[in-house]
């Protein structure tokens, strides 16, 4: 949200992922709300403000908020341990049942069927608890995609997604399972195929979250005139860190159950990336984007290969508002933006020969197709090998030299 490299703005290696942004830096939701924007937070927020942890400072980015300051593993029908939930700059006491998906939803559809008849213009930043570990959600949504699951095989399913994949041109023909995927374990005790229709039901929900808000679009008559983003803020997760085995006679995926993915879900929805979340490997960072905007965005349905990063929402952001990214804000001393803006993509204006995006993280950097890991030296052509299963580093060590210099100028 601050359009910078996370290490530029508080968040060095090592520290806390929840440690305060500093003070070089301002969100888009800030900058947007000084500029006439109606600006709404909503969901899980690890980052607010400057001073996150202040719920005095929320009414400073956002007119309106609902959501928790996340810092703990998170309940989806009550609020955990660690996991203060806030409405509107007030600390807020959530009635326990009621489904984080659909409580928020209702915030947001509220919010943007309220500005009807208004020529305020509006930037929502809602940022979902699903599909995030616990696996939690209602019987309702899990009972249709169960049967789905029950005697399905993990590679066959794998296999379907990866063909599927093929087919639509995400992934290049001749992309193959990778073994590590394949053979994947863990130490989860609820069955896998209860595990996966748990996990689909919360992806449902956000299906059916995002169907509600675009309704809630076209009843305020802002549909057509709206960019909607859609992305993840990682890949799939592995971890086990707070698994529980389910009491008996508990229903698994109710509230009082903690369940984690675990690798044998999560290499199924990495299909066919290589690794998980935490990981600079493809199935850590790797995500797409859905863009949906019918007045702006030309030759619609088409897909783009075009890496992006998501230090590029803000620039996109300012862009559209037409608003300038200042050196001084709040008496704050900005540094500049490391993000770009993807209006010239959404516009399809980008023209062929133009220089490759060179994206940096933490010990990766991709330039273009190619992919270097730093601290192990692999190198990979992601236009031909998507799930980085060949080193080709002994081949190109002209280029190896050339993406580590360039990333010690961004990561020193």
């Keep these: 949200m601050t359009g910078c490299y996370a290490w530029k ?58 959501g928790a300051i996340s810092g ?93 994949l093929i087919a639509s ?44 808000i675009m309704t809630a679009l076209e009843n305020a008559g802002k549909l057509e005139n709206t960019l909607i983003l859609v992305l993840s803020d990682n890949g799939a997760s592995k971890q086990m860190s707070f698994n529980q085995p389910v009491p008996d006679g508990v229903r698994p995926g109710g509230m009082d159950t903690f369940i984690n993915h675990g690798a044998s879900v999560a290499s199924v929805n990495n299909t066919p990336f290589r690794e998980y979340k935490i990981s600079e490997y493809e199935g850590g960072i790797a995500t797409p984007l859905v863009a949906w905007w019918p007045h702006g965005i030309k030759d619609a349905g088409r ?40 209006l010239p993509v959404l516009r399809n204006s980008v023209p062929p020969d133009e220089a490759p995006r060179v994206i940096t993280w933490p010990t990766a950097i991709r330039q273009g197709n190619w992919k270097l890991m730093v601290k192990t030296g692999e190198l990979f052509d992601l236009a031909t090998d998507r799930n980085e299963s060949t080193d080709i580093a002994a081949a190109h060590p002209e280029k190896v030299a050339e993406l580590r210099k360039l990333h010690a100028e961004e990561y020193p």
């Design 72 to 164: 703990g593993p998170g309940n989806y029908y009550r609020e955990a341990s660690g996991t203060p939930w806030y409405k509107d700059g007030a600390r807020y006491v959530r009635e326990e049942g009621d489904y984080s998906t659909d409580l928020t939803t209702a915030f947001v559809s509220d919010f943007i069927e309220g500005t009807a008849g208004s020529e305020q213009p509006f930037f929502v930043y809602y940022s979902h608890f699903a599909p995030h570990w616990p696996l939690q959600a209602d019987e309702e949504d899990i009972a249709p995609v169960r049967p789905l699951y029950e005697s399905a095989v993990r590679a066959n399913l794998m296999q379907a997604r990866l063909d599927g």
């Design 169 to 212: 041109g995400i992934v290049p023909a001749g992309t193959d399972l990778l073994p590590s995927a394949l053979n994947a374990t863990d130490t989860g005790t609820v069955p896998l195929s209860e595990r996966l229709a748990i996990n689909a039901a919360m992806v449902t929900s956000i299906d059916q979250s995002v169907a509600a």
């Design 9 to 66: 703005v508080g968040q060095q290696p090592g520290a806390n992922i929840f440690a305060n942004l500093t003070g070089n830096c301002a969100t888009v939701m800030e900058l947007l709300k000084e500029n006439g924007y109606q600006t709404c937070m909503v969901g899980r927020m690890d980052m607010v403000t400057v001073a996150w942890n202040d719920p005095a400072q929320i009414p400073g980015a956002a007119n309106r908020y609902l």
């Design 303 to 342: 897909l783009s290969h075009r890496p992006g990063h998501i230090i590029d929402i803000m620039p996109t952001c300012l862009e559209l508002a037409g608003v300038s990214y200042p050196r001084q804000f709040r008496g704050r001393t900005l540094i500049p933006l490391d993000g770009q803006s993807m």
